[in-house]
């Protein structure tokens, strides 16, 4: 007996049904007699036959799909955004953010929970957010935030900026980014004002993170956390790039700097288990950290410009 998969006057009766009367696959089951796995299975066979043809007008004006289409295919990533930018380290970061802040507009849904990173490039997002706004919408660091220098640029300020758009709730975590030890940081965890913070790590809906690389210029070392000293070290022990102040080889191990790591917030690897886990960053020295951060898994969906996009597509 032929299947009924295979019937082209059921595929086109059940596809006219389903696309031009705007049918649902029940309404099309009960109609017809079918179970509504048939009715999908009679959808997709006309599909793949071309009996039916989906086109989207409009994908050509988005100018770098098929180079979007093409990182998320090749690393396994959920989305990517790719942005022109100017020469000037200022215009990079200025497009980069107001790419991610028209990302959140529908990335940040009603009662989602959102961790926020550090970092010049979340500055310039949060600086140009916009509206429609996701309701009742909780704010956390995914680091602590306590310094007198670029405060602006803390994961606590950030994050308490968009609970405001947002008109949301910010939970804070009230410690420095980083302490002197790794006995001190675990013994802060521990403590329990900073529960509420730490308690909605695992409940994240949306991480967003600033990729940086070991640098002079860069926002841990304009902040206060990493002395000049030490970002020798990290470049001298070939650290390609940093996500929440934890630093990982091109590779994405964390491994040869564990004993850098004092940081109190998130530990990166919990990022891989965030539903949106979104990477900012643009520029050819940041490269070798975003390489890492998407090899690492760190990241599931990654907003860079196109000299980076084309050079990630470019590699074997």
């Not at 389903?18 to 649902?24: G, H, I, K, V």
């Not at 004002?193 to 308690?199: D, E, N, P, Q, V």
């Not at 990729?211 to 210029?217: S, W």
Request: proline share 3%.
């Amino acid at each position: 007996m032929r299947k009924l998969v295979d019937d082209t006057r059921l595929m086109i009766k059940v596809c006219d049904l389903y696309y031009n009367q705007e049918a649902s696959q029940q309404q099309i089951g009960k109609r017809l007699g079918l179970s509504r796995p048939t009715v999908a299975r009679l959808l997709e066979s006309a599909r793949q036959q071309h009996i039916v043809e989906i086109r989207i007008p409009g994908l050509d004006t988005i100018e770098y799909w098929e180079l979007e289409q093409k990182l998320e295919r090749k690393y396994g990533l959920r989305e990517v955004l790719i942005v022109d930018a100017g020469d000037s380290e200022e215009d990079l970061e200025t497009a980069l953010g107001s790419a991610a802040a028209g990302y959140l507009q529908y990335m940040i849904k009603d009662g989602g929970v959102v961790g926020v990173s550090m970092g010049s490039t979340l500055y310039h997002m949060v600086s140009v957010l916009a509206g429609p706004k996701a309701e009742g919408v909780t704010f956390v660091p995914l680091i602590g935030g306590m310094g007198r220098l670029r405060t602006e640029l803390h994961a606590n300020s950030l994050a308490e900026q968009m609970s405001r758009f947002y008109d949301g709730t910010f939970v804070p975590l009230h410690a420095p980014a980083r302490v002197s030890s790794r006995q001190i940081r675990d013994e802060l965890m521990k403590e329990e004002s900073l529960s509420s913070a730490i308690g909605l790590f695992g409940k994240l809906d949306a991480a967003l993170v600033g990729i940086g690389y070991p640098n002079d210029h860069s926002a841990i070392q304009a902040t206060g956390y990493f002395k000049e000293n030490e970002m020798e070290s990290l470049i001298e022990r070939k650290a390609a790039g940093e996500l929440c102040m934890q630093f990982y080889d091109e590779t994405g191990d964390t491994a040869p700097f564990r004993r850098d790591n004092n940081v109190v917030g998130i530990d990166i690897h919990r990022l891989r288990k965030v539903p949106r886990s979104v990477g900012i960053a643009g520029g050819a020295e940041k490269l070798p950290a975003i390489r890492g951060a998407v090899q690492g898994r760190y990241i599931n969906t990654l907003i860079t410009d196109v000299r980076c996009a084309s050079v990630l597509a470019s590699e074997e």
